[in-house]
């Protein structure tokens, strides 16, 4: 492991007393550039934002960092995070194609933990709402392990949705938005101060929509409360109260059909050759993914005095589901999953989730001189519970059905089990430790001991019966010299533990949790005062303790595989006068614990995203969007079945005028048919072509 000593943290407190160390009084110093405010935002993010704990430039940090504001989501006409993600540099989003059950990505080729405002918000599957677009102010993407900073999580990373509080500030607004299938939503963006005094402050963020979606007899309904306010009676004092409530009335969307009509024709097994991206393969009054949420967060800062900060967000959560599906079965593999006359057989599944959270991270942080060497230190303590349960059932089907002419044959009542739920308990301690010598050379170090519990309750948080109980140490360091000219080198190295597997070995020895390490070497530019921002980074991810077959002991596993990403990002955004482009481009080498790649991971991935905003002249007030999304191949993680590469175009088109600005957006402009990835038989749609027009009012 890691630096495993203490004599940063002791050294940071000693030097952080006013009699052992000069205090310093730390100007502001403006390094991120002109970012230029557009109608939802900041244009382009140049910080870090929350996910670092810093807020520190991008430039100044020698991790990978992606930072989407509220204004590239809406340009490019997001309407889930998944697609939020896919104009970001080493991120696969949406590998799952048309599900509306979760938001999936990869992040250089691992599952990310996902987090709301610094906190977990998913533990199992299928209990939660998904976030909505407009309720977010950014999304922030941290990649590579995260352990020394989040505790148990990815080798991937991590992906953190921020909220749209009273604590920012914000124009009031109302939108408007109709569009493919049928889309009708109404949202509404409203804050001011509540007293004279300004120093109480209220927002409400709220969304009401009607629509279906991608796939036949599916709908897409939801609404979305936030109402928040903000208490800050000082400069040095700020609290903020969030409220959530989330509704979504949804379908699965996800068919798991037969790699026979999707990618290979089905010629010779069924009565067609290739079905539609909009096949309903479920039961029309049957299939449902019904989900709820209610969640309170508190965020509190406070400046004690020049030297001494400190943050702390606490968030209590519930959510459930009703989750019904009818979808392809998963039999008749030697006749390419259909019956042989052609029909399908069909799994009927219902499922009642429930979920249950609340977490505390609280971190203090000291601001210092020694000598000319600026210092800073954060010391943290965090402590989450999850519950989660799922009571399940499957039914028969009344009849099998034909996917290229399907008539649908009803259902019968399914009786879900009654089971123990899950729950998880974890707590931990970091310290990170910040050196800038000159202000040119930027050394980071970091430690964290971190205790994690797994069991089953009765409904309550904390286990009635343990499962297993593990604890790490994770550590990261990195340094950065930043030139004058705006170039800035870096090595990092950060790490990671996940309790994955939940058993014992053949001799009864307790499985230990994954772990993870990332070795990085990167550069960055921004030349001083522009927003322009280019960053390359190669990489080495490693991810150990995985089990793999006990070949001397069959029916039992050991945990000496390993899986391994290698590559390289390149992510740039710059301005030629009128003109502002985004591009990205990834190149990743994996390796999973069976020698096999890396399921869902293309060896190539690039995006770009060009924008056309006339400063003066008769096309003032337009602006003229496009974007390009290139997946390549990429195997199911056997080496049977091979996806291929597909590109997207996308395309944006908006006219402001005054307060008001009216938008066009069109995603998979060429309504390209494609797989997203193809295994165990199944192939995966992704979504046809999709058109928005949104008409916004600022007031």
Same mark, same amino acid.
């Given at each position: ?40 935002? !900041?244009?382009?993010? +140049?910080?870090?934002?929350? =996910?670092? $704990?810093?807020?520190? %430039?991008? *430039?100044?940090?020698?991790? &990978? #960092? ?65 976030? !909505?677009?407009?309720? +977010?102010?950014?999304?922030? =993407?941290? $990649?590579?392990?995260? %352990?020394? *900073?989040?505790?148990?999580? &990815? #080798? ?82 700020? *609290? ?460």
């Amino acid at each position: 492991m890691l630096l495993h000593r203490t004599t940063v943290s002791i050294w940071a407190l000693m030097a952080a007393t006013p009699l052992m160390a000069q205090v310093v009084d730390l100007q502001e110093i403006n390094v991120s550039g002109a970012t230029e405010e557009a109608y939802f935002g !900041e244009s382009v993010a +140049l910080d870090t934002g929350t =996910v670092s $704990k810093t807020g520190d %430039s991008i *430039l100044e940090t020698p991790r &990978s #960092v992606s930072v989407i504001t509220a204004q590239q989501m809406a340009e490019r006409g997001a309407q889930s995070v998944d697609q939020v993600l896919q104009y970001s540099a080493g991120i696969v989003g949406g590998q799952w194609g048309q599900d509306a059950r979760s938001d999936w990505s990869l992040i250089r080729g691992f599952t990310p933990s996902t987090l709301h405002d610094g906190l977990p918000s998913r533990y199992g599957y299928y209990n939660d709402t998904r976030p !909505e677009t407009f309720m +977010l102010n950014s999304v922030e =993407v941290l $990649k590579g392990p995260a %352990s020394g *900073l989040y505790g148990s999580g &990815s #080798v991937g990373g991590v992906v953190n949705t921020t909220s749209k509080t009273a604590a920012q500030d914000a124009d009031n607004m109302v939108q408007v938005q109709a569009g493919s299938n049928d889309r009708m939503q109404i949202a509404g963006d409203v804050s001011g101060d509540l007293n004279a005094a300004g120093t109480l402050r209220y927002r409400f963020v709220g969304l009401l929509r009607d629509s279906k979606d991608s796939v036949d007899f599916s709908q897409d309904d939801a609404i979305a409360l936030a109402p928040s306010i903000t208490w800050r009676p000082s400069e040095n004092t700020e *609290l903020t109260v969030l409220a959530n409530y989330q509704k979504n009335d949804g379908s699965p969307l996800i068919q798991f059909a037969s790699i026979y009509g999707t990618l290979l024709p089905a010629t010779g097994f069924g009565t067609g050759t290739y079905l539609d991206s909009d096949t309903f393969i479920g039961e029309p009054g049957f299939d449902t993914y019904d989900t709820e949420q209610r969640a309170i967060t508190a965020m509190f800062k406070h400046r004690f005095n020049a030297t001494w900060s400190m943050n702390a967000s606490a968030r209590y959560l519930e959510g459930e589901s009703l989750y019904q599906h009818a979808w392809w079965a998963f039999d008749n593999f030697g006749t390419g999953r259909y019956n042989p006359d052609g029909t399908i057989n069909r799994t009927f599944y219902r499922a009642e989730n429930e979920l249950k959270t609340w977490g505390l991270d609280s971190y203090a942080t000291a601001e210092y001189g020694l000598g000319s060497i600026e210092m800073r230190t954060i010391l943290g303590a965090s402590y989450t519970q999850g519950y989660y349960d799922s009571d399940l059932g499957y039914g028969a089907q009344v009849a099998p059905i034909d996917p290229f002419n399907p008539t649908y044959g009803g259902f019968n009542p399914i009786t879900v089990t009654d089971t123990a739920g899950n729950t998880i308990t974890e707590w931990g301690l970091y310290v990170q430790q910040r050196a800038v010598f000159q202000d040119r050379l930027f050394v980071d170090l970091g430690l964290r001991y971190g205790d994690i519990e797994t069991g089953t309750s009765n409904g309550s948080f904390g286990a009635t019966t343990v499962a297993a109980q593990d604890s790490a140490w994770s550590g990261n360091a990195a340094v950065l010299y930043r030139f004058d000219n705006g170039l800035a080198p870096y090595l990092s190295y950060a790490q990671s533990f996940r309790q994955d597997a939940i058993g014992a070995d053949f001799n009864g020895t307790p499985f230990k949790p994954t772990e993870g390490e990332q070795f990085e070497l990167g550069l960055k530019y921004q030349p001083v005062g522009t927003d322009t921002l280019l960053t390359v980074a190669a990489f080495d991810l490693t991810k150990s303790n995985l089990t793999v077959a006990d070949t001397a002991n069959p029916g039992f596993q050991v945990q000496t595989g390993e899986a391994r990403s290698k590559g390289f990002e390149v992510e740039a955004f710059h301005r030629f006068g009128d003109v502002s482009v985004k591009f990205a481009y990834t190149y990743l080498d994996t390796e999973d614990a069976e020698g096999d790649y890396i399921a869902q991971v293309p060896k190539n991935a690039a995006s770009l995203w060009v924008n056309y905003e006339p400063l003066d002249g008769a096309m003032v007030g337009w602006k003229l969007g496009a974007g390009m999304r290139y997946n390549g191949e990429a195997w199911d993680g056997a080496s049977t079945y091979l996806t291929p590469s597909y590109t997207l175009y996308d395309a944006a088109v908006s006219y402001g005028r005054d307060n008001w600005l009216v938008s066009l957006n069109l995603r998979n402009l060429t309504d390209e048919r494609y797989m997203t990835t193809c295994s165990s038989g199944a192939c995966y749609f992704g979504e046809g072509r999709n058109v928005a027009l949104t008409l916004t009012s600022k007031f």
